[in-house]
Every structure is written in structure tokens, then in C-alpha cells.
């Protein structure tokens, strides 16, 4: 079945560096993934759309310039959380839908999520 | 926007035990679709469920969309089934919009 990476799963730095999550997906093209913030103990929440070669759309609360999303080619996208803060310490999760066929409800495919911790 | 509450918000079981997972959502929604996070963070879907009953294994899920709740059903739980399970819909084209979730512990 479909598979979609992130990489790093875990990552730490130190306040006000940038850190940059990838997400992949493996043997399909996506044209569009989201990307999801999970709060500890809390739910996962939409930060933004990522659309291969042009501009990635935000939902409403979220930073387009802290957040900088890329979606280079179809199969890679990018999450660059600038001069990080120990507030933007968060499970970050991508998905990707599927291509025709592949899934039943067009239910899509997460990645294993990134944890980031920024001292 | 639509408002999505799962409940319990935690629940600790004996293994062996059954358990009802609620989700109620204000309005009418597309695609519910019930999920389980496991202790790693990955996701993992459970069931495609806009309305109705399906049933796999222990588990099964019925929706009913008319009176806006679905209802996850767990039984003889097993220490494998902790974590957090969450139900979510889609707005628009393959947005996610996620639960409050419910997170549960199973003890041996």
C-alpha cells in the first residue's frame, strides 16, 4: 500500500534556530499534502495545504512566515518552522490523499510524525 | 465550524474488558472516519464510517448521521489498543477535522 515518510522523527534545537521536517511519499505522487500540529494530549489541528508548485494556503491562526511550507516536486514537501520557540515544541504530522484507485474512501495516508522539542 | 466532542475524553480498562467510544458532531458531516493514534503518534485508520455498522475483528463503529453521533465499540480489549482514538471528518477535499479524542488505556 501507499506510504508516506517523515523524516526527522524526532528533532531538538535550541530557541530561535529554524528546523526543517520532510514529508515524502513513497511510491505515489501527491500533488497536494497537509500538514497537522498535535498539541500534547490534545487533538491534531490543519495548519496548511501544501500544493506542488504553487503557493501553500493557510488556515486561519497560522503564521505563513513562521511556517514555511514548500512543495518542491510530487512527491516531497517541506516544513521549515523559523526561529523556533519553546511554544512551537508539537507533534507534527503530514498526510497525503491517495492517487485513483488506491484507496477505497479516499482516505488518506498519515505520516509517522515528526516531534519537535525547542529548548 | 462544526464542533466534533468525543467522550470519554479518558478511559482506563482492564484487558478483557468491552467499551463504547462516543463521538457527536453538531452538524451534518462528510466521510467520518474513526482513527486510533497509538502510543507512537502514528495514525492509523480504523474504519470508513458515514453511516451504518462495520465490524472488523474487536472492533466495529456505527454512525447515526441523522441524529449526528458515531459510536466505536471495543471489545475484549487487549493492552495493544491504548492510545488515543479519534474520529474525524473531512471539510472540503480531503481536509481533515479531528475529535477531541478519547485516550485509553488498557491494563494486563
Redesign the interface.
Known sequence: GAVVSQHPSRVICKSGTSVKIECRSLDFQAT?M?W?R?FP??????MA?SNEGSKATYEQGVEKDKFLINHASLTLSTLTVTSAHPEDSS?Y?C?A?PPPGLA?????F?G??T?LTVL | GIQVEQSPPDLILQEGANSTLRCNFSDSVNNLQWFHQNPWGQLINLFYIPSGTKQNGRLSATTVATERYSLLYISSSQTTDSGVYFCAFTSGTYKYIFGTGTRLKVLA
Open positions: 497536494t497537509f497537522y498535535q494530549k490534545q487533538s491534531l489541528m490543519l495545504t507533534f504530522i498526510s490523499p477505497e474512501h479516499n482516505e488518506q498519515f509517522p510524525g516531534r
